[in-house]
Structures are given as structure tokens and as C-alpha cells.
């Protein structure tokens, strides 16, 4: 199971600290991974990470305004976000891969959180 939180308003070039704490099987898998979905859009890759922390990836869209985390003592990822903007807003989903690489594409991942939602304002 994986659990998200942190979501929230905020205005553009405000900042965000997205939780995701994995539990059971998920516990079992090697990469953890952010996407997210706006209105009328496709779920798209945002970030990922190897549970270990020495690999990530992230979008070009957010490459330098985001950051993500790995605590393995806290069985959490954290993406923190910064310089937002009214893209931005969307439903984020923390995911899970039990490949050892980090994958960028939704189909690379076999378990998802709820979603929680990111609206910034302009």
C-alpha cells in the first residue's frame, strides 16, 4: 500500500512538500515514482527514485524546481517542490516499480497511492 499526502493550495512560485509511505508489498519493490494528472490530460512522469536514493530521473518540466527523496527508515519518499507554477496544479500519484531501474512511463509501475491534489494559483 502507499499512502500520499501533502497536497494543497498555493500561489505561483510557492512550494510543496509531497509524502508517500509504502507498506506490505510495496515495501518489496526497488523504485519509487511521482506522476501526475491534470484535467483533460494524460498521467504523465514527474520524478522517480531507487529506494537507496543514487539514482533519480525527473521531467524536463520540472528538472531544477524539484527534488525527490528517499528515507528508508521511514518507508517514505518526499518530492519537494519549489518555484510552482499554475502547470503545476494536478492530482499527484506516488507509485511503486519492482524494476531496478527508474522507470518513466506509468506502465512501469505495478502499485499507485490515492492521489492528492496540487492547485497553484496565478
Do not use: H
Not at 27 to 55: C, D, H, S
Not at 72 to 82: G, H, Q, S, W
Not at 107 to 116: D, F, M, S, V
Request: overall charge positive.
Amino acid at each position: 500500500q502507499l499512502q500520499a499526502s501533502g497536497g494543497g493550495s498555493v500561489q505561483a512560485g510557492g512550494s510543496l512538500r509531497l509524502s508517500c509511505t509504502a507498506s506490505g508489498r510495496t515495501l518489496l519493490t526497488y523504485v519509487m515514482g511521482w506522476f501526475r494528472q491534470a484535467p483533460g490530460k494524460e498521467r504523465e512522469f514527474v520524478a522517480g527514485i531507487t529506494w537507496n536514493g543514487r539514482r533519480t530521473s525527473y521531467a524536463d518540466s520540472v528538472k531544477g524546481r524539484f527534488t525527490m527523496s528517499s528515507d528508508n527508515a521511514k518507508n517514505t519518499v518526499y518530492l519537494r517542490m519549489y518555484s510552482l507554477k499554475p502547470e503545476d496544479t494536478a492530482v499527484y500519484y506516488c507509485a511503486a516499480s519492482a524494476y531496478r531501474s527508474v522507470e518513466n512511463t506509468a506502465l512501469g509501475y505495478k502499485y499507485w497511492g490515492q492521489g492528492t491534489l496540487v492547485t497553484v494559483s496565478s
